[in-house]
């Protein structure tokens, strides 16, 4: 290694510590402020570690944001989610990518078009026809208009193209039909896209407000950010102890699953090259 | 075969969720709201009264349920508290409810919303009359549109400042309570900046900016809203109250962070004055270490405090479709009211001013009263309702009037800012 590139690999290393560092702050500020004692919260100074720690605050936060069936709830959506729209995106990516048939670029046209509709836009449409289906305050309602992804199928059908059409030809010799050629040929190759994209469907229905804001009633079917919204009052604040506590817990499965998955995920996400 | 029927299915789904999105819009907001009934001949037993509030109103609310159960035999009330206590979290449940033909009969919402509600819901007028024995009257006015009380207020507060008295009397400042004009408020906040060499007074520009700018504009004896509905300040003495921020901003006195930074740095001791609402009284108390000399003072004004300040908080509103139900809410309001329930809403948990008289004085009949709660608790000025503007404008003008107070707050004169301002909230009023 040249003298030059010692420098260059020391430089980006630091500014990868200084990145990370930049980016864990307000996760470490979080845990941080969950372990200090409530009281004193703003006085005892800025330090980087509690003079005191009391872990009090997760026991308040667990016990008045009922935090075990949130999560519960949380887990039975976010997974009832992905597995929905798994088994709708894979199909339409695997249409899209490795077929040809008229109206296909059509149909693509309209799943991009959808990525430019916001969510919030579709929001109370949906929420009516859901109550006419009679799904309002259900964990099916949480669900059902999550079925499918425009992002999934985009995403999914850019991985499927960089399928290399030999592999094709070749299971096709081999006697596999299409839906055959799918499940033991493309979605194998696939594979880093679909963790990719199941982390980013984990992520965002895990962490939705707004549309469990607007069906979920009953206290028996929070997720775990609207149970979060117990902490805060408009008219004296919030109650950032209990908040940090319980944001500490309900984040803790996602980073854990991030962390076990991170390989997968960086590889769908860097791009779309095919093994072997 | 099977194929069939699941494309039926799904044909039949989509189409209904097509169809319903196109009729969305028609049942969204306006509605016919029922004018109450004599309550003697309404049936409890065959009405289900259904409640929508945050979750800080829960116990009056339990309490006042078990009062019109036993009161109303058979009567149901369904009151089950939203997850959340932010109002605008309130209002999206409540319009989308109503969107469904869930629509409650009666309403918590912040009093900054009232408008939303008076212009696209049509609410039943609230009967004064029905009001419980001991309710401040004068605090009604906060639940007014047009000279017709829509809501009762519940849990009310107001702005007020917090004063640290220790870097005040260092500072040279004895007697907090005599900075009552704007002149001496900067002159104070430039001794104790100069003696600290940190900023010393925080009035967020962000949080609440339609409340706070309201506050010091009509403390300083102007009006918000001017009789026609328009833009209400831009006048020499309205620019010359506004502009108290841009003043701070070029003194270099002005901390300019958010309400609860702005709280936490009061809090530690660093902060002489610090904009704050009544209801947050408690918090500091809670929060402030023993040695914190601190208290709340009127807000002052331009030259002096001269005029009524915006209530904030919530109250009740009753929009209901049907008659008997709305009897029955009008009723649920009173027994929300009464001085049990006000020590349950506004009671030693809270700094809300009691609207129930009965309330404050069981209160102060207490031990150990910190004075900081008895300046919440007694407060008895009459209030005016917050905002004012038209109501179907509501989160846009918010918005507007956000910049303006961002950018008189980084010292951009009010010369400049507010005729912008007023320009362009005129025009989204079409005045």
Same mark, same amino acid.
């Given at each position: 290694m040249t003298k030059l590139n010692k420098v260059h690999t020391a430089l980006a290393t630091t500014l990868g510590i200084l990145a990370a560092a930049l980016a864990l702050f307000p996760f470490y500020w979080m845990v941080r402020t969950a372990v200090a004692p409530a009281e004193g919260l703003t006085t005892t100074g800025l330090s980087l570690i509690p003079v005191e720690f009391d872990f009090s605050n997760f026991t308040r936060a667990w016990d008045k944001a009922n935090l075990g069936q949130a999560m519960l709830n949380g887990i039975a959506v976010t997974l009832g989610i992905l597995v929905l729209q798994l088994l709708t995106c894979i199909p339409a990516a695997y249409a899209l990518s490795k077929f040809r048939f008229r109206g296909a670029g059509l149909i693509l046209g309209l799943v991009l078009a959808c990525l430019l509709i916001p969510h919030q836009a579709t929001m109370i449409p949906t929420f009516v026809g859901l109550n006419l289906l009679g799904l309002g305050d259900t964990r099916l309602g949480l669900v059902l208009p999550f079925v499918t992804s425009a992002i999934g199928i985009f995403m999914l059908r850019q991985q499927m193209m960089a399928v290399p059409e030999a592999i094709m030809e070749a299971a096709e010799t081999d006697g596999l039909g299409p839906l055959r050629t799918l499940v033991s040929v493309v979605v194998p190759i696939s594979a880093p896209s679909i963790a990719a994209f199941s982390m980013l469907s984990i992520f965002t229905h895990w962490n939705d407000y707004l549309w469990p804001l607007l069906v979920a009633r009953s206290p028996a079917i929070m997720t775990p950010p609207l149970s979060l919204a117990i902490f805060q009052n408009a008219d004296t604040g919030f109650d950032y102890p209990a908040l940090a506590a319980a944001a500490a817990i309900v984040t803790a499965p996602v980073v854990i699953l991030f962390l076990l998955a991170q390989r997968h995920f960086v590889r769908g996400m860097a791009g779309t090259e095919v093994a072997g | 075969m099977r194929h069939k029927i699941l494309a039926t299915a799904a044909l039949? %789904? #989509? %189409? #209904?969720?097509?169809? *319903?999105?196109? +009729? +969305?819009?028609?049942? +969204? *907001?306006?509605?016919s709201v029922a004018a109450a009934a004599a309550i003697d001949q309404c049936k409890p037993e065959e009405t289900t009264i259904k409640l929508a509030f945050a979750p800080q109103g829960t116990p009056a609310v339990d309490h006042a349920k078990k009062v019109m159960e036993q009161k109303f035999p058979g009567l149901k009330i369904d009151a089950v508290a939203a997850q959340s206590g932010n109002y605008s979290d309130l209002t999206k449940q409540i319009v989308a409810d109503s969107a469904v033909g869930k629509r409650p009969d009666l309403i918590m919402t912040g009093l900054g919303q009232l408008r939303f509600w008076t212009d696209s819901?049509? @609410?039943? @007028?609230?009967? @004064?009359? %029905?009001?419980?024995e001991g309710y401040q009257k004068q605090f009604l006015t906060a639940g007014e549109v047009n000279g017709t009380t829509y809501l009762a207020p519940f849990q009310i507060s107001t702005p007020t400042m917090l004063v640290n008295k220790k870097l005040l009397a260092e500072a040279g400042i004895t007697d907090p309570a005599s900075i009552k004009d704007f002149a001496a408020l900067e002159e104070a906040a430039r001794k104790v900046t100069e003696k600290t060499g940190k900023p010393s007074i925080n009035i967020s520009s962000d949080?609440? @900016?339609?409340?706070?700018?309201?506050?010091? #504009?009509?403390s300083s004896g102007e009006k918000y809203v001017a009789e026609d509905g328009s833009f +209400?300040?831009?006048t020499p003495k309205g620019r010359e109250a506004i502009g108290l921020l841009s003043r701070l901003a070029e003194d270099k006195v002005s901390l300019n962070v958010r309400m609860d930074d702005g709280q936490a740095q009061f809090v530690a001791g660093n902060l002489a004055f610090h904009m704050a609402t009544t209801s947050r009284i408690v918090k500091v108390a809670k929060e402030a270490p023993k040695d914190l000399d601190w208290t709340p003072i009127d807000l002052p004004g331009l030259n002096g405090p001269e005029g009524d300040l915006p209530a904030g908080g919530n109250g009740w509103v009753v929009i209901s479709e049907d008659s008997c139900k709305a009897a029955f809410s009008q009723a649920m309001i009173t027994e929300m009211l009464t001085k049990e329930a006000s020590l349950l809403s506004s009671g030693k948990d809270y700094s809300y001013i009691p609207v129930n008289k009965l309330a404050t004085e069981e209160l102060l009949k207490g031990e150990n009263i910190a004075p900081q709660m008895r300046y919440a608790w007694t407060y008895d000025k009459p209030l005016t309702v917050w905002g004012g503007f038209e109501g179907a404008q509501t989160a846009q003008i918010i918005n507007t009037v956000r910049t303006m107070m961002e950018q008189l707050a980084t010292g951009k004169p009010a010369d400049e800012v507010v005729p912008a301002t007023a320009k362009s909230i005129n025009s989204m009023l079409g005045k």
């Open positions: - | 039949a %789904t #989509v %189409t #209904v969720l097509s169809l *319903s999105a196109c +009729g +969305g819009a028609e049942s +969204g *907001s306006g509605g819901y049509n @609410p039943a @007028p609230l009967d @004064p009359a %029905t009001l419980p949080d609440l @900016p339609d409340w706070f700018s309201q506050a010091l #504009v009509q +209400g300040f831009d």
